[in-house]
C-alpha cells in the first residue's frame, strides 16, 4: 500500500502541476551509484546539476525526470538488488549506472529481459559489449579503444617486449586480448602477464615484483585502479623499480582518477607515462567546474579537496542526453507491461516489461550534441572515440606532452595540421621526464637482472678447431673456449648498446665427448637450457621454427671439393681442345659464308674472282681461309667488300690470338683439372663421398640420392686427407662435402691437392642463436654489421686463416670448363652476320635497280623464271661500267696514243659481233644496246690484257675456256672475234702476240 500511495501522490503532482502552472509529465529514472564513495558522490552532484541546467534552459518540456538514487555500495550483489528494485517496484524508465564493469554485467541483463534502457558512464570494460544487449549504452570510452595508442608509444621508442599488470577481474581480462593483439601486430613481444589479485597483500605484491625484476622485460603496462595501483608503484619503488631503464605505462584505469590522489601516492610515480581521454577547454567547462566546485563544497563539505574527474563530465552529458532523448520520446505508453507476471514468480523473474523502453532506446541512439566533454554521439550504443592525451606524472601533477587520434597518430598539437598521415614518431611527443629523472629514453631491456648472466651453449667437436675449440687446463679444471665465432661474437658485443654479461658452457657429455648434433645443440635453446648458441651453426629453415638467428656473419653455400691431377694436353689432337666443337663449326661455317660474300660482291669486277667455276671455287675459299694468317694474294676493289673483311679481319683477330693462347697454356703450363666434375658422375659411379660428422650437410646429400652406404664421414680436415687418400676401394672417399667456411680451411691446409667445383648450395650462413623472439636479436644483428662494416671481421679472418694457409694461390679453387665456347664469340659472329649480309643486301638491290629494264619489260610472253636466267647471265658479265675496267681502258689508251701497244682487227673481223647476227630475237628479245655497245668498243679481253700489262712478266696466251673462247656447255664452237695485239717493248725485235676471243653473250 506504501508504495502504491507514494507512485499516485508523485503522480498527482505532475499531473495537477503547482501554482497554475502547465502540467509536466513525469518520468521515473534510477541512478545506481556507490554514493558513499567519493566518485558516486561527484557523478550524482553532476547529474544534478544537469538536470537541473537542461531545465532551465528548456522550460516549456514537457517531461521532467524524476531521479531514483540507490547505493550499490560497490558491491556487485548489491548493484543488482539495487536495479531490480528499480524495475520491479519502482518501475523506471531507464537506469544510470552503475559504477563500475562487474556490477554492470549484471544490470545489463535484466535491463534487457525489461527492456529498460542502462546507461554506464563509467563502466569501461569490452566485455560488456560481447553481451550484445541492445538496451545498453555506454556513455564512455571502452577500453579496447586505448590499446592502440598505447600500442603506438611502445612502437615510437622501438621496444621489443613489454609486460601487461592488470587487476584478476573483468575489469582487468577484459583488455588483454585487445592489447596483445595490438602489440603483435606491431611485433612486439608479450613474454608474461602479471595478474594482481583485487584483495593482493603488500607481501604478495612485492612478491610479483621481485618476479618481474627478475625478467629481462624492463616496460610495463600497468591497468589497475587506482586504489590498487597507488600500491604496486609505491612497492616498486621501495625495491628500486622505478629507478632509470624502467618504462611504466598506465593505462586510463588509473590516469581517469589521478586527481583523487594524495601527493604521497603521486611522488612514487615520477615518470610514468600515461593514456586519458582527452577534454577540450570550453568557456562552458570552466564555468560548470565553477558552479560544480561551490554545490559539491557546500553538500559535501567534508571534501574540500575532491577534483571533478571525467566520469563527472561523463555522468553530466549522460543526464543531458536521457533527458533530450524522454522529450523526443514523448509521454505515450509511460508504462509497464505487467500480464506475464505470475503470482508463483520469484523476484528474479515477477517484474514487467517497459513498453516505453524501445521508443527510449531509439531516441537515445539518435542523440547528437555539444557536450562539456565535446561532441557527445551514441553509435550502436557506444559513446564513439575521443582523443587521447599523453601525459607525464612528473612532480604533484601530469603533464600533457602530446595527443593520440586514430586517424593522425602522435601530433604535438591538436587542429594543428591538416595531413592524413598516421605517425607514432616519438619526434611529435614533448619532453619526458622519465623514472630516476632520466631524460635519455629506456632502452627496455637489460642484461643481466639481478646478477644473472646469459649462458652460452658452444659446440664441442674434435676437427676445424680454427671456428671453435673447447680446451679444459688439467691442473685448475677450467674450461676455456676460443676460435673465429668466439671472437665474432665478443666483437660483436663490444658494440652492444648496453652491458652483456654472459658465459660460455660446452655442449658436451661428463667424459668430455660432444653431447650431440647441432640440431640438439640448437634444441636445448628452445628447451630454456641455454640462452643463446655461439659457434658455427648454420641457419636453417627447419631450424627458425624453434629458435631465431642473427644475421650471418660468414659465406654461405655448400660445395663439393675433389682432388685435381695434371692434365697438360699431350696427345696427337691436343691442337683441337682449345675450341670447343660448336665453335669449331660455326668457325668454319662463316670462312665459307665470308668467301662466298666476298665472290659475290667482286665477281663481275675483280679478275681475280673470274674464271672457270672450280677455279671461282678455289679462289674464294683460299682467299677466306687465308685470312687466319693474312697471306691472301687477291685484292678487292669493291668498297663493300671492303667494309666485309675489315670486320671480319677483326673477327679473325680475335679469334686466332684466343686460339693461340689456350694452346700455348695447354702445352706448355701445368693443367690442374679435377678428377670428378659433376654430381651425377659420382651417383653413376657409385663413389663413395665425405661430410663433416654431426652436420646437416648429410640430409643434403640423401636428398640428392647417395646411398647412406657411399656416405663417410670425418671430423678433421686431416681426416679428410686421408680418406682421399685411400679413395672409394680403401673405403676412402672421392669428393667430399661441406660449407665453404670449412672447404676454404681444408682447401688453406692442402691448396696443392684439392679443389672447390661447382655447383653450390646456396644457405644463409651461420648466425647466433636466440629464443624465439628474443629482443638481443635485432641488437646482435646491427652489432655484427658494425664488425663487419668496420673491418673488425677481415682482421679476425686473418688471425686465424690467412696465417695457416688461406692465402695460396686460388687459381683452382673453383674449376669450370677451360675450354673456349661459342658462348664466348657469338657477338663477334652476330656482328660479322650483320655486316656481310647488308653487304650483299645492297649489292642485290643496287645489281637489281641498273637491270632494273630486264624485270619491267612489258612483254607477257616471257617467263618469271627466264627474267632470273638473264639476270643470272648479266651477273656471270664484267660490269665494264665499273671503275677497274675504265681504269684500263684509260691505261691502254695512254699506252696506245704512245706507241706503246698497237690493236687491230683481224682483216675478215673488223667490229665484233652483235649478239642479233648470232641469234634470233627469240633468244635475246632485249636490245643489243642493253649489253654492247654498237659502236665496237674494245673487248673485255682487252682490259684482260690490260691489267696483265702491268705485271711484271707476261703471258705468252690465256687456256681457252667457256668465258674466254672455249668450247660452250652444248659443245658448239662460240662465234669469235681474233684480234691481234701485239705489245712493244723497249727492245723493237721483241714482240708478243696475244689471240683473244669473246664469246658472243
Same mark, same amino acid.
Given at each position: ?8 501522490c508523485?503522480m498527482l503532482?505532475?499531473m ?31 547529474i *544534478? ?9 528548456h ?15 560497490? #558491491? %556487485? ?8 528494485d528499480?524495475i /520491479? ?8 549506472g552503475p559504477?563500475?564493469?562487474?556490477e554492470? @554485467?549484471?544490470?545489463?541483463?535484466l535491463g534487457?529481459?525489461?527492456?529498460v534502457p ?22 564512455t570510452?571502452?577500453s ?13 621508442? @622501438? ?12 575489469f582487468?581480462?577484459?583488455?588483454i !586480448?585487445?592489447?596483445?593483439d595490438a ?8 613474454p608474461?602477464?602479471s595478474?594482481?589479485s583485487p584483495s593482493?597483500?603488500? #607481501?604478495?605484491?612485492l612478491?610479483e615484483?621481485f618476479?618481474?625484476m ?9 591497468h589497475?585502479?587506482?586504489?590498487? @595501483? ?28 589521478m586527481?583523487?590522489?594524495d ?14 581521454p582527452? %577534454? ?9 567546474k565553477?558552479?560544480?566546485k561551490?554545490?559539491?563544497?557546500t553538500?559535501?563539505?567534508s571534501?574540500l579537496?575532491?577534483e ?14 536521457l ?10 505508453n509511460?508504462?509497464?507491461? #505487467?500480464?506475464?507476471?505470475?503470482g508463483?514468480?520469484s523476484?528474479?523473474e515477477s517484474?514487467g516489461?517497459?513498453l516505453?523502453g ?5 531516441q537515445i541512439?539518435?542523440?547528437?550534441f555539444k ?11 557506444q ?6 592525451q ?10 600533457g ?17 591538416n595531413?592524413t598521415?598516421y ?10 621526464i $622519465? ?8 632502452k ?6 639481478n646478477?644473472?648472466r ?7 667437436k674434435?676437427?676445424f ?14 674450461t676455456?673456449?676460443?676460435g ?6 665478443d ?5 652492444m !648498446?648496453?652491458? %652483456?654479461s ?7 657429455t661428463?667424459?668430455?665427448?660432444p653431447?650431440?648434433?647441432?640440431d ?10 641455454y ?10 629453415a627447419?631450424?627458425? $621454427? ?7 656473419y ?10 685435381i691431377k695434371?692434365?697438360?694436353e699431350?696427345?696427337a ?14 668457325s668454319?661455317?662463316?670462312?665459307v ?16 674472282f ?9 679462289t674464294?675459299? $683460299? ?7 693474312f697471306?691472301q694474294?687477291?685484292r678487292v676493289?669493291?668498297?663493300?667488300a ?16 684466343s686460339?693461340t ?8 703450363v701445368?693443367q ?12 653413376k ?5 665425405g661430410?663433416?660428422r ?24 686431416e ?7 685411400n ?5 676412402g ?6 660449407e665453404? !667456411?670449412?672447404?676454404?680451411v681444408?682447401? @688453406?691446409?692442402?691448396?696443392?691437392k684439392?679443389?672447390?667445383?661447382d655447383?653450390?648450395? /646456396?644457405?644463409?650462413g651461420?648466425?647466433f ?12 644483428s646491427?652489432?655484427?654489421l ?8 677481415t682482421?679476425?679472418?686473418n688471425a ?7 692465402n695460396?694461390?686460388?687459381?683452382? *679453387?673453383?674449376?669450370?670448363?677451360n ?8 657477338g ?8 656481310s ?5 645492297i ?5 637489281l ?15 618469271? $623464271? ?10 656471270n ?47 635475246y !628479245?632485249?636490245?643489243?644496246s642493253?649489253?654492247?655497245n654498237?659502236?665496237c668498243?674494245?673487248s673485255?679481253s682487252d ?10 712478266f707476261s703471258?705468252?696466251?690465256?687456256a ?6 672455249g ?5 658448239q ?26 664469246? *658472243?653473250?
Open positions: 500500500m506504501k508504495k502504491v500511495f507514494v507512485k499516485y508523485l503532482m505532475l495537477v502541476g503547482i501554482n497554475g502552472e502547465e502540467k509536466k509529465i513525469g518520468v521515473k529514472v534510477g541512478v545506481v551509484l556507490d554514493i558513499d564513495k567519493v566518485i558516486g558522490k561527484i557523478s550524482s552532484t553532476c *544534478n546539476i544537469s538536470l537541473s541546467d537542461f531545465y532551465a534552459a522550460p516549456h518540456y514537457k517531461t521532467r525526470l524524476l531521479v531514483i538514487p540507490r547505493n550499490s555500495k560497490t #558491491d %556487485v550483489v548489491t548493484a543488482a538488488a539495487s536495479a531490480l528499480l /520491479k517496484n519502482v518501475q523506471v524508465q531507464a537506469i544510470l559504477e563500475n564493469s562487474m554492470t @554485467g549484471f544490470v545489463i541483463n534487457n529481459k525489461s527492456q542502462i546507461i554506464s558512464f563509467s563502466a569501461t570494460s569490452p566485455s560488456l559489449a560481447s553481451k550484445r544487449s541492445p538496451y545498453f549504452i555506454r556513455a570510452q571502452s579496447s579503444f586505448q590499446v592502440k595508442a598505447i600500442a603506438a608509444i611502445v612502437q615510437a621508442f @622501438g621496444w621489443r617486449e613489454a609486460v601487461p599488470i592488470y587487476v584478476d577481474n573483468e582487468g581480462e577484459s583488455i !586480448p585487445y592489447l596483445t602489440l603483435q601486430d606491431l611485433d612486439v613481444r608479450v608474461y602477464r595478474v594482481i593482493a597483500t603488500d #607481501d604478495q605484491l612478491q615484483l618476479k618481474l627478475t625478467m629481462q622485460t624492463r616496460v610495463f603496462m600497468v589497475l585502479l587506482p586504489s590498487l @595501483g597507488s600500491r604496486i608503484f609505491s612497492k616498486a619503488k621501495e625495491i628500486g623499480m622505478m629507478r632509470s631503464g624502467y618504462v611504466w605505462i598506465m593505462t586510463d584505469g588509473m590516469t581517469n582518477l586527481n583523487i590522489m601527493r604521497g601516492e603521486l611522488e612514487s610515480m615520477q615518470g610514468v607515462l600515461g593514456i586519458k582527452f %577534454v577540450p577547454i570550453s568557456k562552458e567547462l570552466e564555468d560548470f565553477v558552479r560544480w561551490k554545490e559539491f563544497s553538500k559535501k563539505p571534501l579537496n575532491a571533478l574527474n571525467i566520469f563527472g563530465l561523463l555522468a553530466y552529458d549522460s543526464a543531458m542526453a533527458a533530450t532523448a524522454v522529450e523526443n520520446a514523448g509521454t505515450r509511460i508504462e509497464y507491461d #505487467d500480464s506475464q507476471v505470475s508463483n514468480s523476484d528474479l517484474f516489461i517497459s516505453y524501445p521508443k527510449l532506446r531509439q541512439s539518435n542523440i547528437r557536450g562539456l566533454t565535446g561532441d557527445f554521439h551514441i553509435l550502436n550504443g559513446l564513439q572515440s575521443l582523443t587521447y599523453i601525459i607525464n606524472v612528473n612532480g604533484n601533477e601530469e603533464r606532452i602530446g595527443f593520440w587520434t586514430p586517424k593522425n597518430g602522435f601530433v604535438k598539437e591538436l587542429n594543428s595540421t595531413s598521415v605517425s607514432t614518431s616519438k619526434a611529435n611527443l614533448g619532453r619526458i $622519465w623514472p630516476g629523472g632520466s631524460s635519455a629514453t629506456p627496455g631491456f637489460e642484461i643481466p637482472t646478477g644473472k646469459l649462458r652460452i651453449g658452444v659446440p664441442k674434435k676437427g678447431s680454427e671456428f671453435v675449440e673447447v680446451t679444459r687446463d688439467p691442473v685448475t679444471n677450467r676455456s673456449v676460443t673465429f665465432c668466439i671472437d665474432v661474437f666483437a660483436a658485443m663490444r658494440q !648498446p648496453y652491458d %652483456v654472459y658465459d660460455y658452457f660446452p655442449f658436451e661428463p667424459d668430455g665427448n653431447a650431440g648434433s647441432y640438439e645443440l640448437v634444441n636445448q635453446v628452445y628447451l630454456g637450457n640462452d643463446a648458441v655461439v659457434g658455427d651453426t648454420t641457419i636453417l627447419n631450424r627458425s $621454427w624453434f629458435v631465431d638467428f642473427t644475421l650471418p660468414t659465406d654461405s653455400g655448400v660445395s663439393m671439393v675433389v682432388s695434371d692434365n697438360k699431350k696427345h689432337w691436343a691442337f683441337l681442345t682449345p675450341l670447343t666443337w660448336d665453335l669449331w663449326v660455326t668454319a661455317c662463316f670462312f659464308f665470308i668467301g662466298f660474300v666476298i665472290w659475290v660482291l667482286e665477281h663481275r669486277i675483280n679478275e681475280d673470274r674464271g672457270p667455276l672450280e677455279h671461282q671455287v678455289g674464294s675459299f $683460299w682467299f677466306s681461309f687465308s685470312t687466319m694468317v697471306a694474294r687477291e676493289v669493291s668498297n663493300l671492303r667494309f666485309v673483311m675489315i670486320i671480319w679481319f677483326f673477327v679473325v683477330l680475335i679469334l686466332t690470338q686460339y693462347a689456350g694452346l700455348t697454356s695447354r702445352l706448355t701445368q690442374l683439372q679435377p678428377t670428378v666434375t659433376s654430381i651425377d658422375e659420382l651417383l659411379k657409385g663413389e663413395n663421398v661430410y663433416q654431426g652436420s646437416f650437410v648429410l640430409g643434403i646429400l640423401k636428398r640428392l640420392g647417395f646411398n647412406e652406404s657411399k656416405l663417410i664421414p670425418y671430423d678433421s680436415p681426416h679428410c686427407n686421408a680418406l682421399f687418400s679413395g672409394t676401394a680403401k673405403n672417399i672421392v669428393a667430399a662435402f661441406d665453404v !667456411p670449412y672447404m676454404k681444408f682447401l @688453406g691446409k692442402f691448396c696443392n684439392y679443389t672447390m667445383i655447383p653450390t648450395f /646456396k644457405i644463409d651461420w648466425g642463436v636466440f629464443p624465439r623472439r628474443s629482443p638481443l636479436v635485432p641488437d646482435v646491427r652489432a655484427i658494425i664488425v663487419t662494416e668496420g673491418g673488425t671481421l682482421k679476425i679472418e686465424y686463416f690467412r696465417e695457416q694457409g688461406m695460396c694461390s686460388e687459381e683452382n *679453387n673453383l674449376v669450370s670448363s675450354s673456349m665456347d661459342l658462348n664466348s664469340f657469338w663477334l659472329f652476330l656482328i660479322a652476320g650483320i655486316a649480309l647488308s653487304a650483299l643486301l649489292f642485290t638491290i643496287m645489281f635497280y641498273q637491270h632494273r629494264e630486264v624485270l619491267m619489260r612489258s612483254d607477257s610472253t616471257e617467263s618469271v $623464271w627466264r627474267r632470273i636466267l638473264v639476270l643470272l647471265r648479266i651477273f658479265q664484267r660490269d665494264l661500267s665499273s671503275h677497274t675496267f675504265k681504269k684500263c681502258e684509260d691505261r691502254s689508251r695512254s699506252s696506245h696514243d704512245h706507241g706503246l701497244v698497237s690493236i687491230e682487227a683481224s682483216p675478215n673481223r673488223h667490229c665484233p659481233p652483235t649478239p642479233s647476227t648470232t641469234s634470233n630475237n627469240t633468244r !628479245p632485249y636490245s643489243p642493253t649489253f654492247y654498237t659502236n668498243p674494245p673485255p682490259f684482260s690484257n690490260c691489267l696483265d700489262s702491268e705485271l711484271p703471258r705468252a696466251h690465256r681457252p675456256s667457256h668465258e674466254n673462247g668450247a660452250n656447255p652444248n659443245g664452237a662460240p662465234q669469235e672475234i681474233v684480234l691481234a695485239t701485239e705489245l712493244t717493248h723497249s727492245t723493237p725485235s721483241t714482240t708478243v702476240t696475244f689471240e683473244i676471243t669473246r664469246e *658472243n653473250n
